[in-house]
Structure formats: C-alpha cells, structure tokens
C-alpha cells in the first residue's frame, strides 16, 4: 500500500506469472476525509519488471471517479442548473442517491420543467423516519412540475415504481402517462413502506384497459394484480388522481404473516376512473379518510370502494362517492385476523349509486364481523331493483348500524334494507328511510315487507324514522329533513359531520349535521 502514491512506486512481494496475459490491479483506499467533489484519476506509463521495462497497452485508462459524500441537506433538480448540488434529472439524482445514501433529511427542491423519465427507485441506503428524502415541487406548482412518461407496454407501465423504497416524500409535482391505453402512476412493490405521497397530480388515461391506475400496490414488480408484500403505512394525501381502470389498486397478503398494513388515503380526489375508485384485496388495516371518489359516467357498472377479505378493521370515514353500480362494497372483513376492541369503521359517508337501466347494490356488506356501521347517508337512483343497505352475515358478526339514511329515488323494488338475519345485530335503531317508489321497501330477518307500516319495530328499528331527505340534489347528499333533524343517537367518538361541522346533542340522522329545517307542508 502506497500512503501517497506520485511518481516512480516499488510493489513489494512477488507472483509467479502464467503464460499469456496477466492483469494487475490498483485500486484506490480512500480516506473519510476526503474533500467531496474532488476527482481521483491515474495513469501508469512504465512498469519495471526484473530491471526490464515495458509499456503497458493502455497508459491512460479512460474514466475516472469522483468522491461523494452521503446526501444531507437541500439540493435542486433543474435541467438548467449547475453546480455539485443540483441535478439535471430525477433519474441523475436516483442514482446518486443510491450510490451515495443520505446521512441526514434531504430535500431536493423540483424547478419547472416536463421530465420525460420513468422512475425505478430501490432502496437508497441511510433512510430513516429522520433521513427522509423529499421531491418538491413548491406549494402550488404541481401543475408546473411534470414527470411525464409513455410506457408502451402494459407489465412496464409504471411512471414511478418504489421496489422496497422507504421514506421518499413527493410533494407539489404532476406524474402522467400519456399511453391512451397503459400506465400506472405510482407503483408500491417489495415493501415499500412509509412514503408520502402529497398535494400531487397524477393523469392518467381514461381507458377501459385494466392495466391503468394512479396508484398501484402489488407483491410483484411486474404484475399489478398479485398478493404479497406491496408497502406498509404509506400516505397518499391532498392529491388528484385521475382516470384509469383503477383510481386505487391495493394487493397485500393475509395469513400468518400480513403485509400492506396501515396505508392512509386522506383528502384525495378521485375522477373519472372507469370501474373501481379504490380497490383493496388482502390488504390490513387500509384507511380511507375524507376523499371524494366520483366515477366515469359512461359505466353503469361501476363501484366506488371495494373491499375485499380486509383484515384488522379497516376505517372508512367522511367519503363522498358516486358510483354506476355500488359506492360501496365490503366481503369478508375481519374474517381472518381481528384486534379485540379495535372494531372497523364506516361513518360519516355520502354513498350513491345513479347507473342508468340497473339494479344496484349502493351499499353492500357481506358476511363482515365487528363493523359499526354510523351516520351515513346512502341513496340509490334507478327505476330499476336496488338493495340500498344490503346487510348478509351470520350470528354473531356483531354489526352496529345505527344514525343511517337510507334513500331509493326510482319506480322500482327499492329495498331500504335488504338483510338475511338480525342475530348479525349487536345495535340496529336510530335510522331513517325513504323511498319515491310504492314497490317492496323491506326485507329484514329474512323476511319480506312492502313498506314502514309492516316492518315490525320492537326489537329493531325501535327509534327510526321514515321520510323524506330532502337532499340539495341526487349527489349532493346535505339534507333538510325534518324526519332526520336531531333523530339520532349521539356517540361519544363521533363529534363531527361529513364536513367536519360539530354534531348536534341529539345529532341529525345520515352523514350532514344540520340546521333546523323550514317547515314542511303537504301540498
């Protein structure tokens, strides 16, 4: 080893040489303290060898390496920019990343630009919940900050994929894909865990092609469709996410071992997409927290959320969601994994079916344990049958649906509630019903009754009401009802409205608190 190696430098030591060519090495031992930015290069014209020398082939190798540091600090990403700490391109910046690491929080502040790259993040050595790594485009400037990509093949059509990616923060930036047929926008694989994805734009095409999301989380980095472990507490907030197949797809896994734990979905828009607004399958403990999920018009078949086989009480609180066929769609949660006293939650939701020509199911619940079912307004608009509260489980399943609105504006059979048994009851009162239509209005415990008169209210419904909503408009479910106004039943952990305004003490019935209503009269 040579401390500073300049000049001529004997190498100690012998090696016996085989016929042919032989390859000697020299490599560099860097000191800690070595002065980042700084470049290390050499050449070798002569090598003397038993008092011979020779000329090796190559004198000059081409190349060289510059020493970097670990990430700390604020950097920028500019196409215009200079300098050691900015980077013309998210993919220059990726890679120094993950040949550099981070040793403190970074933030690289995005300039305004169209980025015509696709993303492929691994794991960048050092992140931690301290060490996290920001790209931000600026308060306000997603419009302006664009990753733009067109993947031309659908098992390579993410924009942004984290494989086992953890703590990246993306904030105030758009992610498209210009595809008319392909592309997912964020794509979480190999556990990639604790990302934020914030106040972001994400395009995607209004395609009936299945391959096509703005947020995708899957146990494989190539198929969106698999279980396994896609990412845990990740938060997608304050975001547009627009068309696709999906607006949410979620894979994770059940069992022994559960993955896809905790991810929040929180204040988020989702537009146009063309059969589900959020999909769940497998997935543990997902939260859905005040967004507003609104279907493409041309499926009537559509479903707002679905939830399928989720464990560990999944929370979905303050949505508004119209759909053609379902807002809201619930099988087999809690079956196989359960937290005593941590029950799963649907409050405070604006729920609406309005497909043309079909039967709907507004809000379906199948065979779903320890669910509290509170304040929600749920309203059908078909002339065709629809099951506006579809409640099927079995003894036991310990349902509490109370402070409910349900609403059917059609012809049609509009079944109010639509269950097979009240034994799934542990709580069943405080709700209110309407419907336009003089068809059946009830099937409850497994029987039929065509209207309020004949549904028995001695053990269930006890405190119910029947009457008109009187909602602002078919999907703008705030209310004046007189049936409704301080009808319900307070609950200490519910404080608040769809809105987030106070609850009365006694609160209105469905998901609006509101002011006493002007008075009501026949005409």
Not at 31 to 52: E, K, L, M, R, Y
Not at 205 to 226: E, K, L, N, W
Not at 395 to 410: A, E, P, T
Request: hydrophobic share 30%; with cysteine; proline share 4%.
């Amino acid at each position: 080893t040579q401390a500073s190696p300049s000049g001529s430098f004997t190498v100690n030591g012998s090696q016996t040489l085989a016929p042919g060519v032989n390859y000697f090495w020299l490599a560099y031992d860097i000191s800690a303290a070595a002065t980042p930015g700084n470049v290390v290069d050499a050449q070798c014209n002569s090598i003397t060898i038993g008092g011979t020398g020779r000329t090796p082939t190559v004198t000059n190798p081409t190349g060289s390496r510059t020493l970097i540091a670990p990430f700390n600090g604020v950097y920028t990403i500019n196409p215009a920019g200079s300098g050691s700490r900015n980077f013309v391109s998210f993919t220059a910046a990726i890679n120094a990343l993950k040949a550099a690491g981070v040793s403190g929080p970074t933030i690289f502040q995005v300039a305004a630009a169209t980025y015509n790259e696709r993303l492929w993040i691994d794991p960048i050595p050092g992140t931690s919940a301290v060490n996290t790594v920001t790209f931000d485009g600026g308060t306000g400037n997603a419009a302006s900050r664009i990753i733009s990509g067109n993947p031309n093949v659908w098992d390579l059509a993410s924009i942004v994929k984290l494989r086992g990616a953890d703590y990246l923060r993306f904030k105030n930036l758009t992610v498209q894909s210009t595809n008319a047929n392909y592309g997912y926008g964020f794509y979480f694989t190999g556990g990639a865990d604790y990302n934020t994805i914030d106040s972001c734009i994400i395009n995607i095409s209004q395609t009936t092609m299945t391959d096509s999301a703005p947020i995708v989380g899957s146990g494989d980095s190539t198929y969106y469709y698999y279980n396994g472990n896609s990412g845990s507490y990740n938060t997608i907030s304050n975001s547009q996410l627009n068309g696709g197949y999906y607006g949410i797809q979620w894979y994770g896994q059940f069992g022994p071992t559960s993955y896809s734990k905790g991810n929040q979905f929180i204040k988020n828009t989702v537009n146009n997409f063309y059969y589900y607004g959020a999909y769940f399958y497998t997935s543990d403990s997902p939260q859905l927290l005040n967004n507003t999920f609104t279907a493409r018009a041309n499926n009537q078949w559509s479903y707002g959320i679905m939830m399928y086989y989720i464990d560990n009480s999944p929370k979905i609180i303050g949505n508004k969601v119209t759909a053609g066929y379902s807002a809201l769609y619930m099988y087999y949660t809690n079956q196989y994994a359960y937290t005593a006293g941590d029950r799963a939650k649907v409050i405070n939701n604006f729920l609406i079916s309005n497909g043309t020509g079909v039967s709907h199911y507004t809000f379906e619940s199948y065979y779903d344990m320890y669910m509290d079912v509170w304040f929600n307004s749920i309203h059908s608009i078909t002339n065709s049958t629809s099951y506006i509260a579809y409640l099927y489980g079995s003894s036991g399943y310990g349902m509490d649906f109370r402070n409910n609105y349900m609403v059917y504006s059609g012809t049609g059979a509009g079944y109010l509630l639509y269950n097979n048994t009240t034994s799934m009851f542990t709580a069943m009162d405080y709700n209110a019903y309407y419907s336009s239509s003089s068809g059946t209005q009830f099937y409850f415990g497994g029987a039929t009754y065509a209207n309020w008169a004949s549904l028995p209210r001695t053990v269930w419904n006890v405190n119910s009401k029947y009457g008109e909503p009187y909602f602002m408009s078919n999907t703008d479910l705030h209310s004046r009802s007189h049936a409704a106004y301080q009808g319900g039943q307070a609950i200490a952990t519910v404080t608040t409205d769809v809105d987030g305004q106070t609850r009365n003490t006694p609160p209105c019935i469905g998901a609006d608190e509101y002011p006493a209503p002007p008075p009501e009269f026949d005409m």
